[in-house]
Structures are given as structure tokens and as C-alpha cells.
């Protein structure tokens, strides 16, 4: 592959569009404009505790995850996350202070940035989609209108689910044109809410399991929670499973560095362990009283645990309310943030329509059952494909001035795609998605045939290629850098 | 005219909490902290957007 050079200042309308749209964000944020402690706590806090941990909790039952390794997997998922945060990302957000959209341009080059804003486009549409979905198993109950049951073998929703999934889309895409300022700020204001919420929900149903005080926990937790067995025929999770989905998640806010934009206002690097706030607020407790209230709503006998169903359940109205409103006010502002993506392909566009596009996609998403019911494996597989770039940032800002590389290579030299990044990212990735796919994709089982023992011998889910996949990027991507300048 | 709906909303949020812990020990039944939940709800929504600033980075 060779480098393309930039032949004049206007070489690419799509770039300029690009670079037009960030305009505002391009100069490093002044010392004025930074943030305390308690602004990222806050942020934390209301971010992570959504409405997709209604959805996660149950999916590590239905897993079958034992107590201990559900308890201390997540607990260990959890450091390492908080610790990508605060070692990996918030150091080279008050170092550069730069969005990710001007770091990957300085260091990949606009097209891998286009590339990347035009991907994590798609995956904001897929993550509002499952947010609507989530939304819409609570407003359904009062209608009366059955929710889809994935287990059971509906693959799209009933043709009333679909509507009311259409009239909540149709309304997200309305309020995402008007600006999402005040929706950010109502969620703000239902963190401290949800979060009790998430815990009096989860307690009030562990006596319907047979606790009679806290001593009797994890005794219930063990036998009647997370037991161990998987449920409708799932597969089963194990401690390596819970770390490296309660590592991964985030994995492209973290070690992916897309939160180099928020931290770019922090005053310390330090205030990136505010992110445990987030983290064992949201990603603990939240993700313990969902899975409780999960095993509790099937030990009655009832089948489908959709976030709207365990939410009535185990807090009536009020957790009705939770779900409507943590799908709501999650889906808006990822939608808001999918139009501005996708505003960069469709020049003449007016952003109303842009962003109707993405709510349709949105809305076609939502109707998919299969979407949460394997939400878990979407977001492994999205962590995956972007946290490349996040390691590439990490060693152009720390590594390569340490062993006389360049850093911001493709800035200086007017590179418009960076071929070491393309190269690192694509190979990583697909790699990596080899191992995993040659037990897990029939078409590249059958393909491959009988494999040798030393390939038959990986067996790796997704969850266990965080560690591999960074290292695996970082050394090609310094291999290739290397080759790249030695050339010039 | 602040304090008061801080207090709306604390109790909204004790409200929203302390039920739980009074099913869990079999003091309330599950309908009444339903009820309670509920009465917190709108005490809480009631009253936390007009003295709540959520910080910014804009």
C-alpha cells in the first residue's frame, strides 16, 4: 500500500466537511474551561447507569455464570476498566487535550478518521436501536402488548410492538433534531434516582427467593441467582467471560481513548478514577439487582425477562418509569452523536434529515430481538474493532518520542491515510476475529476443515481478546511506523 | 423556596430506598412499596429539575 499524499489544500470535500464539523474542537481546550472531581463523578454516574443494564444483568444469568465468578469477575472487569480510564485514557486527554476526532486525524490521517466516524455511526444507530427496544418493553406493558420472546423463537416483534417502537423512534429522532442539551440535563437529574432505583428493586425481590436477611445472600445468590446453569439453552459464562465483558464494554471509550474527549476538561489526569463511580455504580450494583431481579421474575413462574417486565416487578410503576425514561435518555444523545457522523457523508443534507436517517435505522434495529439478546457479543465485537485506535493514540503520544519515532506523523507530512495504521488496524482486528470466528462461524469452521493441533488448541471467545489484540496492534503498528519513516 | 424542594426530593429519594428494606423484612407488602415508589417518583421529578444544575462541558 503506498501513502497518499495530499496534492492540494482542497484534495478532499469529504475531509474538509469533516474537519468543518469539528471546527469548534480543534484547538486544544483552555485552562479556564477545565473541570473538577465532581463534574466526571456526576457524568459517570449518570452515563453507566442506563438502560442496557437492565439488559446485561439477566443476559449473565441466562449465561449460567456462577456467584463467585459473577461477583469476582466483575469486580476485577471492573479495576481493569477504571484503571484503562484513569492510566490509558485520561493521561493523554490532559496531555494533548484534543477530541479523538483530532488525535486520529494528526496520527492516522482524515480518511481512517472518516472511516472511523463513519463505523461508529452505524454502531451508535445499532446501541440507540437497543435502547428504544428497551424502552418499549416498558411502554408495551400498559397496552397490553406482549413482548418479543428471543428464547422462545420470535424474531421480530408483533406488528403493535413494531408501532409503538416507531412512535418512540420517530419521537428520540424529533428531540435529537431540536439539540439534546436538556435531555443530557434531565438525565443528570435522574442518576441519583436510578441508581436507587436499580438497588430497591433488586432488594425488595430477594425475599420472593427466599432471603430472610443480608446473612442469608450468598447463599441465595449461589443457589437460586447466578447458579451456574445456563437458561434456554445459552452458552455458558465463565469468570474469564465476566472480566473481559466488564473490561471490553467500554473498551472503546477506555483504551479505545473516545473519552479523550471528555477528559480533555479534566484538570488532573487522576480524575479518570472518577470513572469507578460510573463503574461500580452502574456496572456492579446495577448489573447485581438486574441479574437478581431476573432470577427472582423467572423463579414466579414467568418467562421473557425484557428490562420492562423485571423493572414492574420488582418496583411497579417507578421501575416502569426507570426503563422508559434510562432507554430514553441514552438513545437521544447516541443519536444525536450518529447524525453528526453521518452529516459528514450527506453534504447537502439538512441535519433534520440526517438525523431521521439515523432514527430510522434506529427504529428498524429496535424491532430485532436478536439485537439485545446478543447485545453482549455486538458490543464485544465493536470494543474490538475500534480499540486498535486507541492504542495507536497511546503509543504515538508516549512511545514513539521515547524511541526517536515521530509522532502525529501523518499531520506533519500531509499523509492523508497512514498506511502503518490501516494495515496495524485491519490485521489486529481481523486476526483476532479469525480465532474467534473459526469455532463460532460455521462457514469458516467448515471452511478450514480439520485444523492442526496447535490451531485447534485456541480456543478463545471474544471476551478473552482484549490483552492479545492490543499487543498485537501496538507491535504492528510500531513495526510499520519504523519501515514507514526509515523510508522518508 | 430551594431548601423546600431539597427536602421534596430527599424524601423522595428516602421514599424511592426505604421500601425495599421494609419488604425484605417482611414490615410492608409488595403493592405498598409499589405505592411508595411511585409517591417518590413524582416527589422526586417534582421538585430535583428546579434546584438540580447538571454540570457541563460545553
Redesign the interface.
Known amino acids: 500500500m503506498s501513502e497518499i499524499q495530499q496534492a492540494t489544500a482542497g484534495g478532499s470535500s469529504l475531509v474538509e466537511r469533516l474537519d468543518a464539523l469539528y471546527e469548534y474542537d480543534r484547538e486544544p481546550v483552555a485552562k479556564n474551561k477545565l473541570?473538577g472531581w465532581?463534574?466526571f463523578i456526576?457524568?459517570f454516574a449518570g452515563e453507566h447507569v442506563a438502560g442496557t443494564e437492565f439488559v446485561l444483568g439477566p443476559l449473565m444469568v441466562m449465561h449460567g455464570v456462577s456467584a463467585v465468578d459473577f461477583f469476582v469477575g466483575l469486580l476485577i472487569g471492573n479495576v481493569l476498566a477504571v484503571l484503562s480510564w484513569a492510566l490509558f485514557c485520561a493521561p493523554v486527554a490532559v496531555k494533548t487535550r484534543l477530541t479523538i476526532y483530532w488525535q486520529l486525524r494528526k496520527i492516522c490521517g482524515p480518511y481512517l478518521t472518516v472511516a472511523y466516524s463513519a463505523f461508529y455511526a452505524v454502531i451508535l444507530c445499532l446501541l440507540a436501536g437497543a435502547m428504544v427496544s428497551v424502552a418499549v418493553t416498558a411502554i408495551s406493558i400498559p397496552f397490553g402488548i406482549p413482548n418479543p420472546d428471543y428464547v422462545a423463537g420470535d424474531t421480530i416483534p408483533t406488528l403493535p410492538w413494531m408501532f409503538l417502537a416507531l412512535i418512540v423512534g420517530v419521537v428520540i429522532a424529533a428531540l435529537a433534531v431540536l439539540g439534546f442539551?436538556k435531555i443530557?440535563?434531565?438525565s443528570?437529574?435522574c442518576a441519583?434516582?436510578m441508581v436507587?432505583?436499580f438497588?430497591?428493586?433488586g432488594?425488595?425481590v430477594?425475599?420472593d427467593l427466599g432471603?430472610t436477611?443480608f446473612s442469608d445472600f450468598w447463599t441465595i445468590a449461589s443457589e437460586k441467582i447466578f447458579t451456574g446453569v445456563p437458561i434456554g439453552g445459552n452458552s455458558k459464562y465463565t469468570i474469564w467471560h465476566v472480566i473481559g465483558f466488564a473490561w471490553l464494554c467500554n473498551a472503546t471509550q477506555h483504551i479505545g481513548m473516545s473519552d479523550v474527549t471528555?477528559f480533555r476538561?479534566a484538570k488532573d489526569w487522576k480524575q479518570g478514577f472518577a470513572s469507578a463511580f460510573g463503574m461500580f455504580l452502574g456496572h456492579y450494583m446495577a448489573w447485581i439487582a438486574s441479574g437478581i431481579l431476573c432470577a427472582a421474575f423467572l423463579a414466579e413462574g414467568f418467562t421473557n425477562p425484557q428490562p420492562g417486565n423485571i423493572a414492574l416487578f420488582g418496583?411497579?410503576?417507578?421501575?416502569l418509569?426507570s426503563v422508559v425514561i434510562a432507554g430514553w435518555t441514552t438513545a437521544n444523545p447516541t443519536l444525536y452523536r450518529a447524525g453528526l457522523a453521518i452529516q459528514v457523508a450527506t453534504p447537502n443534507w439538512k441535519r433534520w434529515k440526517v438525523t431521521f436517517l439515523a432514527g430510522a435505522f434506529m427504529i428498524v434495529t429496535a424491532c430485532i430481538p436478536a439485537v439485545n439478546a446478543y447485545l453482549d457479543r455486538i458490543i464485544g465485537y465493536y470494543g474490538l474493532f475500534f480499540m486498535p485506535l486507541g492504542a495507536f493514540i497511546f503509543v504515538d503520544v508516549w512511545i514513539f518520542p521515547k524511541i526517536g519515532l515521530e509522532s502525529d506523523y501523518a499531520e506533519k507530512n500531509n499523509i492523508l491515510l497512514s498506511w502503518p495504521a490501516a494495515v496495524a488496524w485491519m490485521a489486529s482486528f481481523f486476526i483476532m476475529l479469525f480465532f474467534y470466528g473459526k469455532d463460532n462461524f460455521p462457514w469458516l469452521t467448515e471452511a478450514l476443515g480439520q485444523q492442526p493441533p496447535w490451531l485447534a488448541s485456541i480456543n478463545a471467545d471474544l471476551m478473552f481478546m482484549i490483552a492479545p489484540e492490543w499487543i498485537l496492534s501496538v507491535l504492528l503498528y510500531i513495526g510499520l511506523s519504523y519501515i514507514q519513516q526509515q523510508k522518508r | 423556596m430551594k431548601t423546600l424542594l431539597k427536602i421534596l426530593s430527599l424524601i423522595?429519594?428516602v421514599l424511592?430506598?426505604l421500601?425495599?428494606?421494609l419488604?425484605?423484612?417482611?414490615v410492608i407488602d409488595?403493592a405498598t412499596?409499589?405505592?411508595l415508589?411511585?409517591v417518590?417518583?413524582i416527589l422526586?421529578?417534582g421538585s430535583?429539575?428546579f434546584w438540580?444544575k447538571?454540570?457541563?462541558?460545553?
Not at chain 1, 418496583?315 to 421501575?319: I, K, L, P, Q, R
Not at chain 2, 419488604?23 to 417482611?26: G, I, L, N, P, T
Open positions: 473541570h465532581g463534574t456526576a457524568m442539551d443530557a440535563h434531565f443528570k437529574i441519583p434516582w436507587l432505583v438497588f430497591s428493586a432488594l425488595a430477594l425475599a432471603a436477611g471528555i476538561y418496583a411497579g410503576m417507578a421501575g418509569i | 423522595g429519594l424511592t430506598l421500601p425495599s428494606f419488604v425484605f423484612y417482611d409488595m412499596h409499589f405505592n415508589m411511585g417518590g417518583v422526586w421529578f430535583a429539575p438540580m447538571g454540570p457541563s462541558l460545553e
